[in-house]
């Protein structure tokens, strides 16, 4: 039988993992599929897993242990032959996690990633459905009907980025290509390093293939719904409707809101399949819009294949708006320097950071 959650749905591995014993997921697996489960037990029991497993897509200790405490609060344990829980993901463990991720994606409202206009990121939890509705500013209307064609720019150039680096990246520690014609090459590599921190790693491949695929994501997110429903992008990005979340964002969504159903509500009663742009952004230039619009985008399509988070609580650049986004060299926050790259990768303004300094010349 089909898995029934949105998360998990379709996903070969782990339907198989719901009927047949020989398909338990076990620790040292790596993949997608790992990965779900991971953001599972995250929305589930707000379980802590480390950042590498996180980034590697990886079940290693921290994801076993998360797993097992999962399955002792529940008391899942297969009693033809077990006296306590194990930690591995077999087929009641499966079902367990399924259904309710199912419940939760079909009544349970969806807290909301609310970025504040000073950068921080706020997971608002309480509902804000009492606050009133008012009219958005024209600026800010007009603004959002124009964001789209530069948030495609960005990513593209994000993307492109990445194609030039890809023949280059392996599972050693990442040097930089030489000879004639990589020079796209070197200057991808750098621009990741510059943002990622990316020559630290020491198997820098299923960082990079995060990367990739989040950003792909985004550009499908662009052109239609994840779920079956007709294309969303002349609505993805919509004003604020709400007066009560002026005083808290600058933009919300949530987090994986691109595989949402259009039946599944913010706690703020609004769509969680939309990014929503506050009026108080009116001001900000087109710049700093495009970059929160990607931010956004980040935590939108977040949990496929990793969790986007917001370990900086800041801006990536700073100032954040003004000559320095458009300067050669725009000047970046302190506060950069002291995550680690597991972090960075899981930071939503850090792709902002990344896509808006690999559009350099095709934005401003």
Aim: contains cysteine; glycine residues 6%.
């Amino acid at each position: 039988m089909a898995l029934l959650s949105q998360l998990f749905r379709g996903d070969p591995k782990l339907e198989a993992a719901a009927v047949s014993n020989p398909a338990h997921i076990v620790p040292g697996a790596v993949g997608p599929h790992v990965s779900k489960i991971q953001q599972a037990v995250f929305e589930l029991d707000e379980a802590v897993i480390a950042n590498d497993e996180l980034a590697a897509s990886s079940y290693g200790p921290s994801t076993a242990a998360a797993v097992l405490a999962y399955k002792e609060k529940r008391d899942i344990v297969n009693r033809s032959y077990q006296t306590k829980a194990d930690d591995i993901v077999g087929i009641m463990t499966m079902n367990a996690l399924d259904a309710e991720m199912a419940r939760n994606e079909g009544t349970a409202a969806v807290p909301i990633q609310s970025l504040a206009r000073d950068g921080e990121c706020i997971v608002t939890v309480n509902s804000a459905g009492a606050s009133p509705s008012f009219v958005p500013d024209p600026n800010i209307v007009f603004g959002v009907i124009h964001l789209l064609p530069q948030v495609r720019i960005a990513i593209a150039a994000a993307e492109f980025r990445l194609l030039a680096a890809a023949p280059h990246v392996t599972s050693r520690k990442q040097t930089l290509p030489t000879g004639p014609g990589t020079e796209a090459a070197q200057a991808s590599l750098r621009l990741l390093d510059k943002v990622f921190g990316f020559f630290k790693f020491d198997n820098p491949r299923p960082a990079f293939e995060n990367m990739r695929t989040l950003f792909r994501n985004m550009t499908v997110a662009l052109n239609r719904s994840f779920a079956t429903a007709p294309l969303i992008a002349p609505t993805l990005f919509v004003p604020n409707p709400q007066a009560g979340m002026e005083k808290v964002a600058a933009a919300y969504t949530s987090a994986g809101g691109a595989f949402f159903g259009p039946k599944v509500k913010l706690t703020n009663g609004l769509p969680a399949n939309r990014i929503y742009i506050c009026n108080n952004t009116a001001s900000t230039s087109s710049l700093f819009r495009t970059q929160v619009a990607v931010h956004e985008l980040a935590h939108y399509v977040s949990g496929r294949p990793i969790r986007i988070d917001d370990p900086l609580h800041a801006h990536f650049f700073d100032p954040d708006d003004g000559p320095n986004l458009a300067a050669a060299e725009p000047s970046v926050n302190v506060k950069v320097k002291r995550l680690t790259p597991a972090q960075k990768i899981r930071d939503a303004d850090h792709y902002a950071a990344f896509a808006m300094m690999a559009a350099r010349g095709r934005l401003f």
